[in-house]
């Protein structure tokens, strides 16, 4: 079987002789052991953190299982501690707003050569989607050194695929225009934004653009489903966040899960309350290993996502691990009954697929009625479906053994609103106050 450009790197990265799993695993063992010693050496939190940890007795995954999960409040309170390396050898710092009322910022610090493994990934992650005919538009941040839009357009301009950071998407007719000046085929982008720019200006995406890229939220299949049917354009997702060095895992062309980043990463899926590791097919919360990474290792850090690790093999042949769609954040959710909980991915696909639809909020009322706000694309277009959602919405709740109230109402679009959707999350006044 031809390897894949992602698993020919990850070969000739791992330097394992024969491409099984076996010689994998072995090399992600002996890696997270000298990421152990190395953290215990050098960063201060770790060297009290595993004190008792003696990287000699770790000879299995099930031994490594038995280490402490690393969480992201640990973060929020030592960040500096995680630090192996000088202040002075940073390259970037990434500070990320965390939610909830302790104000508290989580700091990533990368080095260069943090960066760089970076890029090597995007450069062969991409290369499953685009060649060299393509042009891409990236419409995430980008003009900071080292962000996520300026790692992949160096990714791409290394493989001679023309790339333009456009930034996120504010203004769609000049994005519309811009894509066809520069004769875009593919953008990268997050899911509702993609969406929305997909609905408002439809000829242009369907003239231009033949491949996308989603990242950074969950993707609703009703997105696929309707961007794959309208404009014969494949939809492609891609796992990471910033704590992983951005990228994770990617989907190949049988769009049948991520193949994950195993050379720099080692992933587990545990469950979410007990912490042990499930089985393989089971979803639960993604936790992940740094391997190679040089500024802040992160050992067992709990990412807070839900997904589980695919059985059949991808169509592909590849022999890397296949994670299934992340569903999302296990927190993105509201209590409708005794430990029955509404997700957003639930209201997402039962939302978004009313092509009217351009983006919604929920805040979950004290009083326990659910307040959706939509925002459509003609003010008459609220009318037609504001109770075909209240219904089917209802629906739902009961379902889930609720008995909460549903309010739908209508949400103005402004600039504002807009920029406050690219971290969408539920707002449980009952619990977040
Ligand atoms: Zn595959």
């Not at 609103?417 to 539920?426: C, F, G, L, P, Q």
């Amino acid at each position: 079987m031809k390897l894949t450009p992602l698993e020919t790197w990850i070969v000739s990265e791992t330097g394992i002789k024969e491409k099984t799993r076996a010689d994998l695993e072995e090399y992600q063992l002996s890696k997270i052991k000298k990421v152990i010693k190395y953290v215990k050496k050098y960063s201060e939190f770790y060297s009290e953190y595993l004190k008792d940890i003696d990287e000699a007795d770790i000879k299995s995954f099930k031994d490594f299982q038995k280490i402490s999960f690393t969480l992201p409040e640990y973060i929020r309170e030592f960040s500096n501690k995680f630090l192996c390396v000088p202040q002075r050898e940073i390259s970037r710092i990434v500070t990320l707003k965390t939610s909830g009322t302790s104000g508290e910022e989580k700091r990533i610090y990368f080095t260069e050569n943090d960066l760089k493994l970076t890029v090597e990934f995007f450069k062969y992650g991409m290369r499953s989607l685009v060649n060299e005919n393509d042009r891409v538009i990236v419409f995430l941040p980008g003009n900071s050194y080292g962000s996520i839009g300026d790692l992949l357009k160096k990714a791409l301009n290394e493989i001679n695929i023309g790339c333009y950071v456009y930034g996120m998407l504010s203004d769609l007719k000049d994005a519309a225009e811009f894509i066809k000046n520069k004769k875009i085929t593919c953008i990268v982008g997050i899911p509702t934004q993609v969406l929305h720019f997909s609905r408002m200006e439809s000829e242009t995406f369907k003239n231009n653009i033949r491949k996308i890229l989603l990242s950074t939220d969950y993707v609703p299949e009703t997105l696929i489903t309707e961007i794959t049917s309208k404009f014969q354009c494949k939809v492609f997702t891609h796992y990471g966040m910033t704590e992983m060095g951005y990228g994770g895992g990617v989907e190949c062309e049988a769009l049948n899960g991520y193949h994950m980043r195993e050379n720099d990463l080692y992933f587990e899926i545990v469950d979410p309350y007990k912490g042990e590791v499930v089985k393989d097919g089971e979803y639960g919360e993604i936790v992940f290993t740094t391997l190679t990474r040089e500024g802040m290792p992160l050992i067992r850090y709990r990412t807070g996502d839900l997904a589980r690790f695919n059985i059949d093999s991808c169509a592909c042949g590849t022999f890397l691990k296949t994670m299934s769609r992340s569903l999302g954040r296990i927190e993105n959710r509201f209590e409708v009954g005794d430990s029955e909980f509404i997700y957003m991915r639930d209201l997402d696909e039962l939302i978004l697929s009313y092509e009217e639809v351009i983006n919604y909020k929920v805040y979950v009322q004290e009083e326990n009625l659910i307040c959706v706000y939509i925002a459509v694309k003609k003010e008459e277009d609220f009318y037609k479906i504001k109770q075909i959602l209240e219904d089917s919405i209802k629906e739902l709740v009961s379902a889930n053994k609720g008995n909460l109230d549903v309010s739908i109402r209508y949400l103005k679009e402004t600039a504002q609103v807009k920029n406050s959707m690219v971290k969408r999350k539920i707002c449980d006044c009952r619990r977040d106050g």
